[in-house]
């Protein structure tokens, strides 16, 4: 592959329009949107019009006037072709582990007797923890597994199996039938973490018979820092189901002011308080990025940036770095990360040159691919820097080395 052939790759590109829809500094290749996607070029101005036109003029009447109060909902509606649910099973709200917390919670109260949440060693770990202090708060026990002993680890006594889909390290993928219908046949429900899957691989919740799920809306939704999480509840299980942070926003009629909780019907019932407006003025313009495109094109692209990324690294750098994705693009999902002991170092002068990935302890470096920003010219350039700094070994500074507290 030479950079010419990479050019005609992005020539021939068909999500290559999509590039405009954001906005990226010269000069930056930015391989980071799987842990915070660039801002969207309509972001701006829609938080301007809400602060300036919405807030400043309308003030509260906005709740009525432009719908503030069914923004979660009518946002979440936007993700629905995203992850393959209808748009009446998913709900902006809250962060990923408060989400995380309100279904798991919700999937032990539905199944009463069973002692166990299953999840997976190393999973991510907001995931143990929640799922960690809820155990000791119901006297549950958590149970983790390798990610191979999943399937078998389920049993009579699994009241859910929490797993991320796509791992936060390597980018390996579960099945999420096979995962599901092994729960379902041992009558566990069973809940998803997409944080690394939505926006960036193709997903059918539906199709593939999900109970329950949980995402950031600021990696590949591109939703901004801090973005509101969305949280996914099938159909047949919302009447069954029970929000543990039962909130007035989550009643049947919040202005009724009863002294009395009736959860409202449909995913409204997951809802606790205030919707945060400003934030999600933010993830409705990260949302709309998505729009008119399809999630098969989206994921055959990852694989071809990924793949790309790989085999022009593996092919300078030899075996100077070692890579700790699959090598199977059947099973990786749109970032890869390569292991080197002074990964960390690595990063911080691939930021200095312009590229930025993120490193995970102890020696990860990531690099995630955007396929509605990234290009292959993008990625070929990437590669060449990383070979050129290693083989100079310019990232052996003292500069380099000063741990950030965010890695
Ligand atoms: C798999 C996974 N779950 C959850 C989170 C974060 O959750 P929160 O939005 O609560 O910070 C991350 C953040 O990187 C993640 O990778």
């Known amino acids: 592959m030479t950079l010419e052939d990479a050019e005609k790759l992005d020539a021939a590109d068909p999500l290559a329009f999509a590039r405009a829809r954001f906005r990226l500094p010269e000069g930056v290749i930015y391989l980071d949107g799987n842990s915070l996607g660039a801002l969207p070029a309509t972001a701006q101005a829609a938080l301007v019009n809400t602060v300036e036109h919405q807030w400043g003029d309308d003030l509260i009447t906005s709740w009525t006037k432009h719908d503030w109060i069914d923004w979660p909902t009518k946002i979440a509606a936007k993700l629905a072709p995203i992850v393959g649910a209808k748009p009446s099973e998913l709900l902006i709200a809250d962060s990923t582990s408060v989400c995380l917390f309100k279904l798991l919670a919700a999937a032990v109260q539905a199944r009463p007797g069973r002692r166990t949440i299953l999840s997976q060693e190393r999973n991510f770990p907001t995931d143990l923890y929640v799922a960690h202090g809820l155990c000791e708060m119901v006297g549950l026990k958590l149970r983790t597994v390798a990610p191979s002993a999943v399937l078998d ?96 926003m989550g009643h049947a009629e919040p202005f009724a002011f009863d002294d009395d909780f009736r959860p409202a019907t449909g995913i409204g019932r997951f809802l606790t308080g205030t919707p945060s407006i400003l934030a999600l003025a933010a993830l409705d313009a990260g949302l709309d990025t998505f729009e008119g495109i399809a999630m098969a094109d989206v994921e055959a692209k990852s694989r071809a940036l990924s793949q790309l990324f790989i085999d022009e690294v593996e092919a300078r750098c030899g075996s100077e770095v070692r890579l700790a994705s699959p090598r199977d693009p059947a099973i990786r999902a749109s970032h890869v990360v390569f292991a080197y002991a002074d990964g960390y170092a690595v990063m911080q002068a691939l930021i200095a040159r312009g590229v930025i990935g993120d490193f995970r302890a102890p020696d990860l470096m990531r690099f995630g691919f955007t396929p509605l920003y990234n290009g292959f010219a993008d990625v070929f350039n990437a590669a060449q820097i990383l070979a050129d700094i290693l083989g100079s070994r310019q990232w052996d500074q003292p500069r380099f080395r000063t741990r950030a507290k965010v890695t």
Request: charge should be negative; include cysteine.
């Open 153 to 248: 680890a389920i049993d009579d006594d699994t009241a859910v199996v929490s797993l991320t889909h796509v791992d936060y390290r390597g980018a390996s993928s579960y099945d999420m039938r096979d995962i599901n219908d092994a729960g379902h046949a041992q009558g566990a429900l069973v809940l998803w973490d997409l944080s690394h899957s939505a926006g960036a691989v193709q997903l059918d919740l539906d199709g593939a018979g999900c109970d329950l799920a949980v995402g950031c809306g600021y990696k590949y939704l591109n939703g901004g820092p801090g973005a509101p999480a969305f949280l996914f509840v099938a159909e047949r299980l919302q009447d069954e189901l029970r929000s543990p942070l039962q909130g007035w």
